[in-house]
């Protein structure tokens, strides 16, 4: 989601589901790895599978992974929705 104007925080969203815990931590982990490798970014983490939902902030994206259910309660994209979506993939 691109979030520019509407957001002074970060510049784009990137929302995902995963349908277990070790999933949602596999994902935080090669997300991580391989935008530190492609780009030398540094993330800050904060949550984790258990919790449902994992936040992995790069400063100008912020990626978040959570579980089917918590992404149904928080409903980001309803949140955000003058925000434009670049890519939807279901």
Known sequence: MDLKGLSDFTDCFVIATGSSERLLDSLSAIVKEEIKKSHGYNAVVEGSGQTGWVIIDFG??????????????????SLWNQAKVVLSVQ
């Open 60 to 77: 100008y994206v912020v990626v978040h992974l959570l579980s089917e259910e918590l992404r149904g309660y928080y409903d980001l994209e």
